[in-house]
T-cell receptor
Framework: DSGVTQTPKHLITATGQRVTLRCSPR?????VYWYQQSLDQGLQFLIQ???????AKGNILERFSAQQFPDLHSELNLSSLELGDSALYFC????????????FGPGTRLTVL | AQTVTQSQPEMSVQEAETVTLSCTYD???????LFWYKQPPSRQMILVIR??????QNATENRFSVNFQKAAKSFSLKISDSQLGDAAMYFC??????????FGAGTRLTVKP
């Protein structure tokens, strides 16, 4: 158990819909990262927040957005969903924003039908 | 751009034998971190080992060790006394300060009894 929690574990929805994925970092970690892993693919970095502020952006679609709240939990919002958005979405956290390992949550599996 | 290359999509090893997974990376930075993550069928991302680029000594964690060649930008993972539970996808990852983690495409390791 990494100490990072993600809800829900599974999500099934239809094209065009909007969903929210939630992540709680390890106690004491200020940075949260979101990754997307499509079937049998590597992890693609989406976005990073550090202590409530956006710190880095990767290949995140305009239909996707995220935020980190004062209690440091983060939410990833996916809207106008398409079939290709079906993937495993990971949240990870780290103490700071400078190097070091990231600890991953169990992921949320999103299926878009 | 920083890239991570894992040239072996699949590897196989006999139980109790030793296997080495390859990873190369491309960077112009001098200070960075390297990681190997394991992803078993449960899809959980588990940190196996980390290496700071400024350290010349190769990292070791029990049966897992790395061969870090900074000049060659190579970071291979050696698994000794392979066990059935080592079967998983292994991802090499690279991170520079103030930046996200970049992952390779992964190597699927099969352990034969």
């Amino acid at each position: 158990d990494s100490g990072v929690t993600q809800t829900p574990k599974h999500l099934i929805t239809a094209t065009g819909q909007r969903v929210t994925l939630r992540c709680s970092p390890r106690s004491g970690d200020l940075s949260v990262y979101w990754y997307q892993q499509s079937l049998d693919q590597g992890l693609q970095f989406l976005i990073q927040y550090y202590n409530g502020e956006e710190r880095a952006k990767g290949n995140i679609l305009e239909r996707f957005s995220a935020q980190q709240f004062p209690d440091l939990h983060s939410e990833l919002n996916l809207s106008s969903l398409e079939l290709g958005d079906s993937a495993l979405y990971f949240c990870a956290s780290s103490v700071g924003d400078r190097g070091g390992e990231q600890f991953f949550g169990p992921g949320t599996r999103l299926t878009v039908l | 751009a920083q890239t991570v290359t894992q040239s072996q999509p699949e590897m196989s090893v006999q139980e109790a034998e030793t296997v080495t997974l390859s990873c190369t990376y491309d960077t112009s930075e001098s200070d960075y971190y390297l990681f190997w993550y394991k992803q078993p069928p449960s899809r959980q991302m588990i940190l196996v080992i980390r290496q700071e680029a400024y350290k010349q000594q190769n990292a070791t964690e029990n049966r897992f060790s790395v061969n870090f060649q900074k000049a060659a930008k190579s970071f291979s993972l050696k698994i000794s006394d392979s066990q059935l539970g080592d079967a998983a996808m292994y991802f090499c990852a690279y991170r520079i300060l103030n930046n996200d983690m970049r992952f390779g495409a992964g190597t699927r390791l099969t352990v034969k009894p």
